[in-house]
């Protein structure tokens, strides 16, 4: 369905004159640490990311094709793991690309992997992969150690571990979601044992519940495992909350933007990138008349406040990345940054417009294509 491949009108819309140099006012508020920073500018963070990435692997003679990258993390020792749809395997490398383990094929028996929906580091040389929604295999040193199925994850997805090694559990949440006439529901944040014996609701983000007359631009929820804790987002909202391990708020973040709302050439934006969508081979049995229906319906639903971002991503070290919001296809170069202690850093930009698959303490994993639209891996240093 087309709005479901709308990445959403660039980055931060935003005044004021703190980037990150002005000190927030810090209060207590029945044991919960509340940061608000005030106004925000679109200035840069004190971190930067590297010109050229410190390994890419996928482009050159004697590299491993990468078709269709899945998933991918920064592991705790510098090591990277990545998955591709094809073939269906998970590779192990080095920080400087070297590839130390490779792992599966395209099946449903054990040894082999299926969509998968994430990748984890859980220490001591062992990798976690969700995949087909229910299947969690345990990977070490390249060999599977352990498969579980867990039918009640069908609808989560693994996003990390807390301090006491149990596996933090989100539902997945997707943009495009209606924003009026309705009321934002709340979805559990699960966390459980690696066995799967024991499961305990630690938390709640909020979500909207899809509809067919959705807002092209419709708001979301979304939830990530930042650091020992996690951090939960609704892109309507200039707005973060922490939570421990056990699901009790420690910290919110606030600060002020303006709203930014669909302008006419947000509008024509759409339009041009629609028009370019339907000439593509999957439309070209469709009939003129249904494509100019589909088209005015999209503009209709054009309306509302713009997300101020789009689904959070956590690091290692607990601090919040905040991707610029798109109203144009391709990935954002643009991520605000709060810190672990709630204050807005500013605005880091990347080298391109990459997909990310990680964020780690002191670097970046993303999926480049070059002009054959071949993708390639590759780690990039983030200096702090």
């Avoid at 390994?55 to 899945?70: C, L, N, Q, T």
């Avoid at 082999?112 to 040193?141: K, N, P, W, Y």
């Amino acid at each position: 369905m087309l709005l479901a491949v709308l990445p959403m009108l660039c980055a931060f819309a935003c005044s004021g004159d703190n980037g990150g140099g002005a000190d927030p006012v810090v209060r207590d508020s029945a044991g919960i640490r509340i940061v608000e920073n005030g106004p925000v500018a679109n200035e840069p963070a004190p971190w930067r990311v590297s010109a050229e990435p410190v390994m890419r692997i996928g482009w050159d003679e004697g590299d491993p094709e990468f078709a269709g990258v899945a998933q991918g993390a920064i592991l705790g020792d510098g090591r990277v793991a990545v998955t591709t749809y094809d073939p269906r395997r998970l590779f192990v490398m080095s920080p400087t690309g070297e590839i130390l383990d490779a792992f599966g094929r395209d099946g449903g028996g054990p040894g082999e992997l299926g969509a998968v929906v994430a990748v984890l580091g859980l220490g001591g040389d062992t990798i976690l992969v969700q995949h087909d929604r229910i299947r969690f295999s345990f990977v070490h040193d390249g060999e599977l150690v352990r498969e579980l199925r867990i039918t009640d994850a069908a609808r989560s997805a693994v996003a990390g571990a807390t301090p006491a090694g149990r596996l933090v559990m989100l539902p997945n949440s997707g943009s495009g979601i209606q924003q009026h006439e309705t009321t934002w529901s709340q979805a559990p944040i699960v966390s459980i044992t690696r066995d799967a014996e024991q499961w305990d609701t630690i938390g709640l983000f909020e979500y909207l519940p899809p509809t067919a007359d959705r807002p092209t631009y419709a708001p979301f929820g979304s939830a990530a495992v930042s650091g020992e804790r996690i951090v939960v987002s609704r892109n309507d909202r200039t707005e973060l909350k922490w939570l421990d391990e056990t699901g009790e708020p420690r910290q919110i973040a606030r600060w002020q933007m303006p709203a930014r709302t669909v302008t006419d050439s947000v509008r024509s934006a759409l339009e041009r990138f629609m028009r370019e969508y339907y000439q593509g081979p999957d439309y070209e049995n469709v009939p003129a008349t249904e494509i100019e229906r589909r088209m005015a319906a999209a503009l209709d639903r054009a309306y509302g406040p713009l997300p101020f971002h789009r689904l959070v991503i956590g690091d290692p070290d607990g601090n919040a990345w905040l991707p610029g919001y798109l109203v144009r296809p391709g990935w954002p170069n643009l991520y605000a940054v709060v810190s672990a202690d709630g204050r807005w850093l500013g605005v880091v930009q990347l080298p391109g417009e990459f997909k990310v698959l990680d964020i780690g303490a002191d670097g970046v994993l993303v999926v480049e294509e070059n002009e054959l639209d071949m993708q390639a891996v590759a780690l990039y240093r983030l200096e702090k």
